[in-house]
């Protein structure tokens, strides 16, 4: 069955560094890709989605991720990160005829002003 | 406004208590979800249906239900709570264009 990993729990920065959050799902062919933020007591908000065409995907508030293939990976990119971006980010996949989204158990991200 | 609403918001059980949380959709999605969110886990999908009258377990269902007698409404059925149940629950609807979440209920059982 499809699976997503993200490498990192929990990841801590300062206002304007950079931010590369990983995601890796378990097998290829055909998939289409999210990723969602959950900014704290509030519910999914996507942020972009790859389906196909282009691999470097932009989506919502600066970000972009970037899906290759060859790594099985779609990996989260934000070039300067900002207090308010402080939330818990999650990858998905969708995974199997059902058509339900199987989520990565997320990142939490804190931006120190 | 269309979208997918979930009530109650909030909702407090003693064990053993039984209680249904609604998820309704205004458009005309016919995939619907329920998940589980707990900390550190990420989101694990409870039951889903793919269509009116239709329902199936998803990775985690045991101790609940669903029925979908109505291709705009999604319920989902806790008999007989317990602790382990504690959790914030996500309703999803996906139509061609995406998925729509609901804004969660937060549910504790003590």
């Known amino acids: 069955a499809q699976s997503v990993s993200q490498h990192n729990h929990h990841v801590i920065l300062s206002e304007a560094a950079s931010l590369e959050l990983g995601c890796n799902y378990s097998?290829?062919?055909?998939?289409?890709l999210f990723w969602y933020v959950q900014y704290p007591g509030q519910h999914l908000q996507l942020l972009l989605k790859y389906f196909s065409g282009d691999p470097l995907v932009k989506g919502i508030k600066g970000f972009e991720a970037e899906f290759i293939k060859s790594k099985f990976s779609f990996n989260l990119r934000k070039p300067s990160v900002q207090w308010s971006d402080t939330a818990e980010y999650f990858c998905?996949?969708?995974?199997?005829?059902?058509?339900?989204?199987?989520f990565g158990k997320g990142t939490k991200l804190s931006v120190k002003p | 406004n269309a979208g997918v609403t979930q009530t109650p918001k909030f909702r407090v059980l003693k064990t053993g208590q039984s209680m249904t949380l609604l998820c309704a959709q205004d458009?005309?999605?016919?995939?619907m979800y329920w998940y589980r969110q707990d900390p550190g886990m990420g989101l694990r999908l409870i039951h889903y249906s793919v269509g009116e009258g239709t329902t199936a377990k998803g990775e985690v269902p045991d101790g609940y239900n669903v029925s979908r007698l109505k291709k705009q409404n999604f319920l989902l059925g806790l008999e007989s709570a317990a602790p382990s149940q504690t959790s914030v629950y996500f309703c999803a609807s996906y139509g061609g264009v995406g998925y729509t979440f609901g804004s969660g209920t937060r549910l504790t059982v003590v």
């Open positions: 458009m005309n999605h016919e995939y």
């Open positions: 998905a996949v969708i995974g199997g005829s059902q058509g339900n989204l199987i």
């Open positions: 097998y290829g062919g055909t998939v289409n």
